[in-house]
C-alpha cells in the first residue's frame, strides 16, 4: 500500500481569502515505513494526514495509494478506501463517552453491518492485542489516559488496516503512557504497518525511522535514520 504524492497542493476558500495550506507537496512512504511529521502550528500538518488518511481530497497533484489515484475519487469511494486501509488515533482519544470500551472498538464494525457476536468477539481480540482485555467492559471515563489511547489503537485495528495515521498520539498523555503508546506503535511497524505520526515533541519523533519537516505547506525536509529509529 505504498503512498505517493506528486505536487500535491491544498487550497481553502473563505469567503474572499484562500489559504494555501499545502503548496505542492511531493511524498513517497513506502510499506512499513515508521514516519514523523513535524512542523510548527499553522505549517500544513494537519492537512497532510487528512490528504493521507482520505479525509479529505488535494486541490491539485495526484496521491497514488498503491495502485489506486485516490485524488480523483468520489466521496464514497473515498470513504470505502479510507475504511479499509487506514486506522486512524488521534490526540483526544475521540471514543463515545457512554461506550464501553469494546463498543468503542466495534464501532466501524456496526457500520460495516457486522453481527454483534462477531463485533464483540473482534473488538475482544482487538483489545488484548493493546493489553486490555481485562478492561473491555469499562467506559472511557474510568480508563486512564493511556488505556484511553489504548482503545483508540483498538478501534483503529480492527479492519486491519495497512496504514495507521496518529495526529498527536501522545499529546494528552505523561511520559510513561507516552512511552507504552509509542511501543505499541513501533510493535505494530514491526508486524508491517505503516505508521505515519504528527507530533510537536523530539523524544516521540525519535521513534520513528524517518522524520519529514513541513513548513508553510512544503517539506523543508526529510530525514531517513540509520538503522531503526527509536523502536527496538
Ligand atoms: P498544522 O496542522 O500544521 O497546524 P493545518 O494543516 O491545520 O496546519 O493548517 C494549515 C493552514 O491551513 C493554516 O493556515 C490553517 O489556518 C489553514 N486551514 C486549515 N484547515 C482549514 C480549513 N478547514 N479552512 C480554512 N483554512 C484552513
Ligand atoms: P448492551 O446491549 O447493553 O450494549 P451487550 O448485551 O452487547 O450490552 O453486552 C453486555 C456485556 O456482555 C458486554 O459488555 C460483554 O462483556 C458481554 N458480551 C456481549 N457479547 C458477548 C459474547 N458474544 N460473548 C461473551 N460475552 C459477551
Not at 87 to 92: E, I, R
Not at 99 to 117: E, I, T
Not at 217 to 230: L, P, R, T, Y
Given at each position: 500500500m505504498a503512498i505517493a504524492l506528486t505536487n500535491v497542493t491544498k487550497v481553502y476558500h473563505m469567503g474572499d481569502t484562500s489559504v494555501h495550506a499545502l503548496a505542492g507537496v511531493t511524498l513517497s512512504i513506502e510499506d512499513g515505513e515508521f514516519a514523523a511529521i513535524i512542523g510548527p502550528s499553522g505549517s500544513g500538518k494537519s492537512t497532510l494526514m487528512n490528504i493521507l488518511g482520505c479525509l479529505d481530497r488535494p486541490t491539485g497533484g495526484t496521491y497514488h495509494l498503491g495502485e489506486q489515484?485516490?485524488?480523483?475519487?468520489?466521496d464514497d469511494q473515498l470513504a470505502a478506501v479510507r475504511n479499509k486501509k487506514i486506522g486512524f488515533v488521534f490526540q483526544n482519544f475521540n471514543?463515545?463517552?457512554?461506550?464501553?470500551a469494546w463498543q468503542n472498538v466495534a464501532l466501524p464494525l456496526v457500520y460495516a453491518g457486522v453481527p454483534k457476536h462477531e463485533r464483540w468477539e473482534r473488538a475482544a481480540q482487538t483489545l488484548a492485542i493493546v493489553g486490555l482485555a481485562e478492561r473491555k467492559d469499562h467506559r472511557p471515563n474510568e480508563l486512564s489516559g493511556g488505556q484511553r489511547q489504548r482503545v483508540a489503537i483498538a478501534r483503529a485495528l480492527i479492519n486491519d488496516p495497512a496504514i495507521i495515521i496518529a495526529d498527536e498520539?501522545?499529546?494528552?498523555?505523561d511520559t510513561k503512557s507516552s512511552n507504552e503508546i509509542m511501543d505499541i506503535f513501533c510493535r505494530l511497524n514491526r508486524q508491517g504497518r505503516t505508521v505515519i505520526m504528527v507530533t510537536h515533541e523530539p523524544d516521540i519523533a525519535a521513534y520513528a525511522h524517518r522524520v519529514i519537516q513541513v513548513r508553510d505547506g512544503a517539506i523543508i525536509n526529510d530525514e531517513v535514520k540509520q538503522g531503526v529509529g527509536g523502536c527496538s
Amino acid at each position: 500500500m505504498a503512498i505517493a504524492l506528486t505536487n500535491v497542493t491544498k487550497v481553502y476558500h473563505m469567503g474572499d481569502t484562500s489559504v494555501h495550506a499545502l503548496a505542492g507537496v511531493t511524498l513517497s512512504i513506502e510499506d512499513g515505513e515508521f514516519a514523523a511529521i513535524i512542523g510548527p502550528s499553522g505549517s500544513g500538518k494537519s492537512t497532510l494526514m487528512n490528504i493521507l488518511g482520505c479525509l479529505d481530497r488535494p486541490t491539485g497533484g495526484t496521491y497514488h495509494l498503491g495502485e489506486q489515484e485516490v485524488a480523483a475519487l468520489s466521496d464514497d469511494q473515498l470513504a470505502a478506501v479510507r475504511n479499509k486501509k487506514i486506522g486512524f488515533v488521534f490526540q483526544n482519544f475521540n471514543l463515545l463517552p457512554r461506550m464501553s470500551a469494546w463498543q468503542n472498538v466495534a464501532l466501524p464494525l456496526v457500520y460495516a453491518g457486522v453481527p454483534k457476536h462477531e463485533r464483540w468477539e473482534r473488538a475482544a481480540q482487538t483489545l488484548a492485542i493493546v493489553g486490555l482485555a481485562e478492561r473491555k467492559d469499562h467506559r472511557p471515563n474510568e480508563l486512564s489516559g493511556g488505556q484511553r489511547q489504548r482503545v483508540a489503537i483498538a478501534r483503529a485495528l480492527i479492519n486491519d488496516p495497512a496504514i495507521i495515521i496518529a495526529d498527536e498520539p501522545t499529546g494528552n498523555l505523561d511520559t510513561k503512557s507516552s512511552n507504552e503508546i509509542m511501543d505499541i506503535f513501533c510493535r505494530l511497524n514491526r508486524q508491517g504497518r505503516t505508521v505515519i505520526m504528527v507530533t510537536h515533541e523530539p523524544d516521540i519523533a525519535a521513534y520513528a525511522h524517518r522524520v519529514i519537516q513541513v513548513r508553510d505547506g512544503a517539506i523543508i525536509n526529510d530525514e531517513v535514520k540509520q538503522g531503526v529509529g527509536g523502536c527496538s
